[in-house]
């Protein structure tokens, strides 16, 4: 009975691990290949789509400067993302803030609010020539300075309001058969004068009428005796050579900025 139990238990045992390993082994060989199919699919997926969320997600999180293009490019050099790349590239372009400060001006001219006449004192006897009464005052002082000296300062013009401009831009602008930018050189645009703000006044030599609102009124001695004493009563040139706005050299033309208002109308920045 033994000798024959124990062939048969023997042969238990040698089937019995051989049903064990299979029983093992194929759960583990379907768990492996599940494993390999997840990991291959989530590969394959991460091949097609990786270039989407990362070029989204560097445009919305940061500017869509160089590096984010070269991520992206890196990541997947395929077509699609070529219009994915451009699209940041017309964001930067419209983007720049500053501009939009440049767009207050008008041929170069800055738009000035036109003062009330109640608020404007003669500079002549006649009463035709008019300044902000701070303006007025030193313009005074600074004439009666000059004229101690042996320099008459004739002012030429003074406030102008919308109208005066208008004739003045467009009418000389016809007559000489000008364009609009060749005109706004010598002359603002209604609305953008610096006359507009009783703060600025037209100077001619009263001994040199011929220099009169032109560039060879540098040239004499009232223009001279300016350089060296205007800013002593605070009267500065608006447009210098080669200034800032582009337009052209105005020896004839002062601006008051003596005080905080006229100081705030010229430098404040505008936005
Ligand atoms: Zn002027």
């Known amino acids: ?29 379907v768990v492996m290949a599940l494993c390999l199919s997840v990991v291959g699919l989530v590969s394959l997926w991460l091949f097609i789509f990786q270039g989407n969320p990362i070029s989204e997600t560097t445009s919305d999180s940061t500017d869509p400067n160089a590096e984010s293009k070269i991520i992206s490019s890196q990541a997947q050099p395929k077509p699609q993302l070529k219009p994915q790349a451009s699209v940041p590239t017309p964001i930067t372009e419209s983007e720049p803030v500053p501009e939009k400060t440049s767009k207050k001006d008008l041929l170069g001219h800055l738009p000035y609010d036109v003062v009330s006449t109640s608020e404007l004192t003669a500079i002549t006897a006649d009463g035709s020539l008019k300044l902000r009464p701070a303006a007025a005052n030193k313009f005074r002082q600074m004439q009666a300075a000059a004229k101690a000296e042996g320099i008459t300062l004739v002012p030429l013009s003074a406030f102008r309001d919308d109208q005066a401009q208008e004739k003045l831009f467009f009418g000389v602008k016809e007559q000489r058969g000008q364009n609009a930018t060749k005109r706004a050189k010598v002359s603002a645009p209604p609305g953008y004068s610096e006359h507009h703000t009783g703060y600025a006044v037209d100077i001619g030599d ?15 001695a009232a223009f001279r005796w300016l350089e060296q004493n205007a800013l002593k009563y605070s009267f500065e040139l608006s447009f210098p050579p080669d200034n800032k706005q582009g337009v052209s050299y105005e020896p004839w033309h002062w601006r008051f900025v003596g005080d905080r208002n006229s100081l705030e109308t010229f430098y404040k920045v505008r936005n």
């Open 1 to 29: 009975m033994d000798e024959i139990e124990i062939p048969e238990a023997i042969r238990e045992d040698v089937e019995l691990p051989k049903q064990s390993w299979l029983a093992l082994a194929m759960p583990i060989i």
């Open 206 to 220: 009263g001994n040199a009428p011929a220099t009169n609102v032109e560039v060879e009124f540098a040239d004499t």
